[in-house]
């Protein structure tokens, strides 16, 4: 990465009206814009609940774990960060109250302070501060994004508003608000309604700050009179009133935001002269694939979270990325792990081509996982296994080839006759649950001849983990004389990273989370190889 051409400009981006409006991708749109002109940029999450970070969150509360190289269990946005920019994010990327406030109180404990009452101005306000500026400390990049999580008017985000406001008025034109509302359709009165978009940045005014910019997320195009409207009503000139229409595929944010100008308007704001247009000939490529497939593959996804399709985000992105490549459009079968037993087994995975299944923690819907896993072996479907997924794969052939029929991870039973999955010995002495699983990047040897090998085109990969349990290395002779081989080793620790069958169309088992590193640049060549072999059958 080349340094920055500029001091570094701070922009903030904030929700108003309602939750979901798509700050992230909003965030991610604008960044690929610049970052197409040349300019480097990196993405911040500021998320005001008082967890130190989601790794300790049900999916179901607040979607898919996200996870950096180095190790950071993430909000979803940062992945999709790291998607539409093709650069990593990392520990400093997303921040929570929850981590604002251990470090004040560390701080404070360790008299940092002494003498001084602490507060939440200026003290959290400090630490926020602290914190969006860290990421401009290495004078990496141009632009620091910041968006900030919740809906402004919400008690729990006061301090970041605050923050921002401090900000603004100790930078001037180097730090800019971009605030996110919600334009409503009213059918009975066949109207776009600006009033809640009023009321929203009213909110913003009474804590000091005025946006620069107001993107309106809308089902029906703006027209001037709207525009001009919201204009005059929040204080913004009518070039900040950007349109963010609903579209089939976030991928398009960026196009409809360049059409709209949103980044010829942040450059004019922030004072940064425009030397090129943004270079979106690859993106709109990209695009072009996904509007036009050839063909269509059927892929099942078999987890328990099905009902959110949050919780699987960075899969089924990586499987429009890698559908993308082979010119096809992946329809996706969500199928849920509880519901499937012996009697509707063929009838919940017929007609698929493929079939993942997902990671995951605990035993709610484990055998639903193993009976999918043994169908998928038995009849030659390609098969590919994240985490848990192949940890079941292991447990399956244990129980059916290899004659252990009490195989189990001692995650689901800890007093199981042979722990083919088990827990790391350094793992045993931990206790408390909150970022200490194995996590982030680690490195992994790949062995040939293999599948594996020839899909990487390489001997040593870097692949992104997060769980506790491990293959027994025990019994690993047992699966490799039994056709279950082991060709990725953790070439420090001799755990295994990847596992392949011999023999069958397509069988993949990996203990890292592949779809943690692909992006619209880079889609992931397990996913992508995957597809193809789905596509074949
Ligand atoms: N529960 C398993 C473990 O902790 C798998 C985790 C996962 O799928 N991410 O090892």
């Not at 620069?212 to 409207?229: G, M, Q």
């Not at 085109?457 to 019994?475: A, D, Q």
Request: glycine share 8%; hydrophobic share 35%.
């Amino acid at each position: 990465m080349t340094g920055p051409k500029i001091n570094t400009r701070f922009i903030f981006v904030t929700g108003g009206v309602t939750s979901s409006l798509g700050k992230g991708i909003i965030s991610a749109s604008l960044a690929k814009l610049l970052q197409a002109r040349g300019y480097t940029v990196t993405i911040q999450k500021l998320d005001p609940y008082i967890n130190i970070d989601p790794g300790t969150l049900n999916p179901y509360e607040h979607g898919e774990c996200y996870v950096t190289d180095d190790g950071a269990e993430t909000d979803l946005d940062l992945g999709h960060y790291e998607r539409f920019l093709n650069v990593p994010t990392s520990q400093a990327n997303n921040v929570t109250t929850g981590k604002i406030y251990q470090s004040v109180i560390s701080k404070e404990r360790q008299g940092n302070y002494l003498g001084e009452t602490v507060q939440v101005i200026p003290h959290i306000t400090d630490e926020i501060k602290y914190r969006i500026k860290l990421l401009a400390d290495k004078n990496e990049f141009d632009f620091v994004i910041t968006e900030i999580g919740g809906t402004v008017g919400d008690i729990e985000s006061l301090p970041y508003i605050e923050a921002i406001r401090q900000m603004k008025w100790e930078m001037g034109s180097n730090c800019l608000v971009i605030h996110l509302t919600l334009i409503p359709y009213l059918a009975a009165a066949r109207e776009l309604k600006t009033k809640p978009t009023q009321h929203s940045v009213k909110t913003m005014l009474e804590y000091g700050v005025q946006p620069d910019i107001l993107v309106c997320r809308t089902e029906r195009p703006l027209n001037d009179h709207i525009r001009n409207k919201i204009a005059l009503f929040c204080n913004v000139d009518v070039s900040s009133v950007i349109e963010s229409i609903d579209t089939s595929s976030i991928y398009k944010v960026p196009l409809l935001m360049q059409d709209e100008k949103l980044d010829r308007v942040v450059l004019k704001k922030t004072k940064v002269s425009a030397k090129q247009p943004p270079n979106m000939k690859r993106w709109r490529a990209f695009i072009n694939r996904l509007e036009s497939p050839k063909h269509t593959v059927e892929i099942g996804l078999v987890g328990k979270y099905v009902e959110l399709v949050d919780s699987y985000k960075s899969i089924i992105e990586s499987l429009i990325h890698a559908g993308t490549v082979n010119n096809c459009k992946v329809n996706l079968r969500l199928i849920h792990s509880e519901h499937i037993g012996k009697d509707n087994l063929k009838e919940k995975l017929s007609g698929l081509k493929g079939v993942i299944v997902a990671p995951g923690f605990g035993n709610r819907g484990i055998e639903g996982k193993i009976l999918a896993i043994n169908y998928l072996r038995t009849n030659g479907i390609p098969f590919m296994a994240i985490c848990l997924g192949m940890q079941c794969a292991m447990i399956e052939f244990a129980r059916n080839v290899l004659d252990l029929p009490g195989a189990h991870s001692t995650e689901m039973n800890p007093a199981t006759a042979d722990p083919i999955i088990d827990i790391m010995e350094e793992q045993k002495k931990v206790h408390i649950k909150g970022g200490t699983m194995r996590l982030g990047a680690f490195s992994c040897k790949i062995s040939r001849p293999s599948r594996v090998f020839d899909i990487y085109g390489s001997e040593v990969i870097s692949e992104r983990h997060r769980h506790r349990f491990e293959v027994n290395n025990h019994y690993l002779k047992r699966f490799e004389d039994a056709g279950m081989s082991a060709p990725g080793i953790n070439p420090e620790s001799g755990l295994v990273e990847i596992i392949e069958l011999k023999g069958h169309p397509w069988f993949v088992g990996v203990q890292f989370h592949p779809e943690y590193k692909s992006t619209v640049d880079a889609p992931h060549p397990l996913f992508i190889d995957f597809v193809k072999a789905s596509s074949m059958i």
